[in-house]
């Protein structure tokens, strides 16, 4: 049983996990109500926006699978669209704190909502102020506001008379803030030119699977970065 002093922090960090999930959920609000927008002007039932919004908690492969559902895309294309575009959370989990985890079932639920979004606020966070209650909040308040929204979606989309263009541009806006808002807490330079020199190459050489290419030249590169760094700082010690 939990002490009145270990609940109140536990408490602080809850209210802390919810104000950390503000930014992220600036960008996934509006970006839940274009989902349901789209599911409503694709033709299919309203139902499907919480569906998914459960059943496949990633903003950018919802947006893809509202198309290629309604288009009747076949399930091995539909399989390997889901392997390109969700293969980066692999390289999410080196450095997600799910260790701080300990419960199972909540381990499972932070392994299953960790989004782009969620990764991106966490990863702004100090190491020291990370816990458990606080991760799992920010999550929790992250998939309510993409449910949320997708619901006011279908609702505005059932009132409004004409379809909306340029949804689809929505989900590179909230990529691009993430963007942004990481270098300016991090200051990273040479990561982000890694990751531009990443992107520029994979859009030349394997254009039809630019992502997944420039996700794997972009960890080898940041290895041998490690490793760079690794050695000169050994060489300095060994000097000193």
Excluded at 108 to 118: L, R, T
Excluded at 151 to 169: N, R
Excluded at 211 to 223: P, S
Aim: include cysteine; proline fraction near 5%; charge should be positive.
């Amino acid at each position: 049983m939990m002490t009145a002093p270990a609940s109140a922090t536990r408490r602080r960090q809850i209210a802390a996990g919810v104000r950390d999930s503000f930014s992220a959920g600036l960008g996934i609000f509006p970006l839940g109500i274009a989902l349901g927008l789209m599911v409503l002007q694709a033709g299919l039932p309203w139902w499907l926006t919480p569906a998914l919004s459960l059943a496949a908690f990633a903003g950018s492969l919802e947006l893809l699978l509202v198309g290629m559902v309604a288009t009747v895309t076949p399930l091995a294309a539909v399989a390997l669209t889901v392997l390109v575009v969700n293969f980066r959370h692999v390289f999410y989990a080196f450095s997600f704190p799910l260790h701080l985890v300990k419960n199972p079932l909540a381990k499972a639920y932070a392994v299953y909502a960790m989004i782009d979004e969620a990764y991106a606020v966490n990863a702004s966070l100090p190491a020291a102020e990370r816990s458990a209650p606080r991760l799992l909040a920010m999550q929790i308040a992250c998939q309510t506001y993409w449910a949320g929204g997708g619901l006011v979606g279908v609702a505005i989309g059932v009132a409004l008379p004409t379809p909306i263009k340029g949804l689809e541009f929505a989900l590179c806006a909230l990529f691009t803030v993430l963007t942004l808002d990481a270098f300016r807490s991090r200051r990273e330079i040479p990561s982000v030119l890694l990751a531009g020199a990443s992107v520029a190459v994979a859009l030349v050489l394997t254009p039809g699977v630019a992502m997944f290419t420039a996700l794997l030249l972009f960890v080898g590169l940041l290895l041998a970065r490690h490793a760079l760094t690794a050695r000169r700082s050994a060489l300095e010690t060994a000097d000193a």
